[in-house]
């Protein structure tokens, strides 16, 4: 099954929850974590896992062929990310880290003088522990767009499948492009909250964003004895969505979670047990 | 008017309980204006218990839309659209617009000009004053709408709008977590960034990924540790760690529960208990220094 | 010379912007021997873009075919392209597009080597608009 693992909101404990389950059910059958929270992935340091990069992530960027070029601008013209300056008189100038690979240029060049070539987005990496695998991928610092790093992690899990039965997707917070193309294509989203106004107002805006996506969801309160439990049980009853776990602020939680090994708690093992 | 930013790569380090006790703490002594950029999550605005003057939907994205009679199905659009947002329908291509960037490509190559680019209506820019005096604006995405840059962008020049208005002299940004295009619009030209990071494995990771976007953009920087205690040694390795970049650690804040109960009664911290104002203050008066 | 000053207003007796790539007009004037001319005033249609706001700024001075830009904060990539095109930096002080005409005229103003990030000054004091 492919489970998204996400929330909205940052620092309630998606990872922790993501690693821990994926723990558990490597256990007793062959499970893939995947780390998508391109921009800071942390699930192989939460499990102290070594990875090795095995893929450069590339993004097609315009070839100027100049000796085609009859400098009509065209191509500046298109381009709404800034990428290529024209100078009535002059070639038309480049700027690799504005362009997203529309395209457009290459396009519009009205004597076909632009063809593709590629520069790095991010990086793929893989690494094994605890009984399961580990995919993450990392977005290069400065590039804007996580969402094309997502999907070229997701091309990379599907070109190598290795039949695995659980998928267990770490997303990153927040509801924007990258965390949409986590989101598509999983069949179940585990909504990791907190009980505070804060964890309820983006846990309300995930829910949204999951019923327009078609994913079915379920809500795990996470330090739930700190804070007022009924903020959320109120969005539980108004999404009819239903809370599966709860997972008190436990020392022993926090513990594991500094020094970088699984979280083995009872209430993993119940979320799991209502999940199947 | 000077613009701080505070980020953390990492969510839920603490940036916007950062955010809204600086606010507090500073708008004792001058004159200060609150933005918050989160706006796939905006939460600034519910802590400072803000009452909204202004509303406005605003339109910084653009989509592509077929105009199904003049579609001949032949697929083109489908081959050169890089971001997989156009998939092959039974007849007639199928738009995504979730996943829509509305770079044009697609209106450019179609033979039948059946595809057209509109701007859409994908988010909402809130102005409001706290309840503490100063002003606030706020950016939130509209559900499934992509394009958090550009609205941070616009949040920021209404922002520049309400302090210019407000003569404030220091604006607060709240940035989102993570690195990637709604934190570099919030970075961008501003002029100091505070970094909140945390004493764990994830923390630390995230800070140093943060730090590097920092000096992409060669802007002085600061660091408040929050729930310094939870590990003390991992605390010294990050102010360090700091100390070689040259950003200069402006206080740890320690872990306790006041900060949860803080949240949920929707305050401030400094507002919530007193105790918390020394450290804020502290923090405060080294940025103004550093301002000198 | 011709010149490219940012401006937070048109015409020579505005203030000077600090931003070039947001800056809300671009005052082309014509620095040549003991004379200032002012040419024309260019409302910057950058003013609100998410990135490349830099870029689009050098585009629209190089094509007024200017010498020099006369700017407070010049970002990496609008750096290199007016490095490229071989147009030269200066760094604006506080005070009207005028008075910096006239410093860069008597050869005060500072060329500016690498393009910067944000916008502090470093102990200049260079405030910001308002």
Redesign the interface.
């Known amino acids: 099954m492919r489970i998204a693992v996400t929330g909205g909101k940052g620092g309630t404990g998606k990872s922790i929850v993501s690693t821990a389950l994926a723990f558990e059910l490597s256990k007793k059958q062959k499970t893939l974590l995947m780390d998508l929270d391109v921009e800071c992935p942390n699930d192989h340091l939460i499990l102290s896992i070594k990875r090795e990069k095995v893929k450069d992530i590339f993004q097609k960027i315009p070839k100027f062929d100049f000796s085609k070029c009859v400098k009509c601008g065209t191509c500046s013209k298109v381009c709404k990310e800034n990428a290529i300056v024209f100078i009535e008189g002059q070639y038309p100038r480049f700027i690799p880290e504005q362009c997203t690979g529309c395209n457009a240029c290459c396009i519009a060049c009205p004597t076909k003088a632009i063809s593709q070539t590629e520069k790095k987005i991010g990086e793929i990496y893989y690494g094994k522990g605890y009984g399961m695998d580990l995919v993450s991928g990392e977005m290069v610092i400065g590039y804007e767009e996580a969402g094309p790093v997502v999907n070229a992690v997701k091309e990379y899990v599907k070109k190598t499948e290795k039949g695995y039965k659980h998928i267990i997707i770490d997303t990153s917070a927040g509801t924007h492009c990258g965390v949409i193309s986590a989101l598509m294509g999983c069949e179940l989203a585990l909504c990791v909250t907190e009980p505070t106004p804060f964890g309820k107002h983006d846990l309300e805006l995930i829910l949204d964003l999951l019923n327009v996506l078609g994913i079915p969801a379920k809500i795990i309160i996470n330090r739930s004895d700190i804070g007022d439990k009924k903020l959320i049980e109120r969005i539980s009853k108004k999404y009819k969505t239903e809370i599966i776990g709860e997972i008190p602020y436990k020392k022993s939680i926090l513990d594991a979670y500094s020094k970088g090994v699984p979280v083995k708690e009872k209430e993993i093992e119940n979320i799991l047990r209502v999940l199947k | 008017m000077r613009v701080i930013n505070i980020l953390s790569g990492k969510g839920g380090t603490g940036k916007t309980m950062v955010s809204s006790s600086l606010l507090w703490t500073m708008s004792r002594k001058k004159r200060v204006v609150g933005i918050d950029c989160d706006v796939d999550a905006a939460n600034l605005g519910m802590v400072l218990g803000v009452k909204i003057t202004r509303r406005k939907e605003i339109e910084t994205s653009e989509k592509a839309f077929l105009i199904e009679e003049k579609c001949t199905g032949c697929f083109k659009c489908v081959d050169v659209c890089n971001f997989s947002a156009i998939e092959k329908g039974d007849k007639k291509p199928v738009f995504n617009r979730f996943l829509c960037e509305g770079c044009g490509s697609c209106e450019l190559v179609c033979p039948e000009n059946a595809i057209e680019i509109k701007t859409v209506k994908n988010a909402w820019i809130t102005e409001g004053a706290s309840r503490y005096g100063f002003p606030v604006v706020s950016g939130q995405l509209k559900m499934g709408e992509s394009g958090s840059g550009k609205i941070v962008t616009e949040v920021r020049r209404t922002g520049e709008r309400v302090a210019k208005e407000n003569k404030s002299e220091i604006m607060i940004i709240d940035s989102a977590a993570g690195i990637s295009c709604p934190v570099i619009a919030s970075v961008r030209n501003t002029d100091y960034v505070i970094a909140v990071s945390e004493p764990t494995p994830s923390g630390f990771n995230d800070l140093k990924r943060a730090i590097k976007l920092v000096e992409f953009f060669k802007i002085p920087c600061g660091l408040i540790i929050n729930k310094f205690d939870i590990n003390k040694e991992l605390t010294r390795k990050i102010e360090n760690f700091a100390k070689e970049k040259g950003i200069s650690v402006l206080g740890r804040i320690p872990y306790h529960k006041d900060f949860v109960d803080a949240a949920v009664n929707l305050k401030p911290v400094v507002v919530y208990k007193k105790k918390y104002r020394e450290i804020f203050e502290n923090i405060a008066e080294k940025i103004y220094s550093w301002f000198e | 010379m011709k010149t490219a000053i940012s401006s937070a207003g048109p015409g020579i007796e505005s203030q000077v912007d600090t931003?070039f790539g947001?800056c809300a007009y671009f005052v082309i004037v014509n620095v040549e021997g003991n004379e200032i001319k002012e040419e024309k005033s260019i409302e910057n249609p950058g003013?609100?873009?998410?990135?490349?706001?830099g870029?689009?700024a050098?585009?629209i001075v190089?094509?007024e075919k200017v010498k020099a830009v006369v700017s407070g904060?010049v970002?990496?990539?609008a750096f290199?392209?007016l490095n490229?095109?071989g147009i030269e930096i200066y760094q604006a002080v506080p005070g009207t597009v005028k008075e910096n005409a006239e410093k860069l005229l008597r050869n005060e103003l500072q060329k500016i080597d690498s393009g910067?990030?944000?916008?502090?000054a470093r102990g200049r004091g260079f405030?910001?608009?308002?």
Do not use: D, T
């Open positions: 931003r947001r003013v609100n873009m998410p990135g490349g706001a870029i689009s050098a585009q190089a094509n904060n970002g990496p990539k290199y392209v490229s095109l910067s990030g944000g916008g502090f405030g910001r608009r308002f």
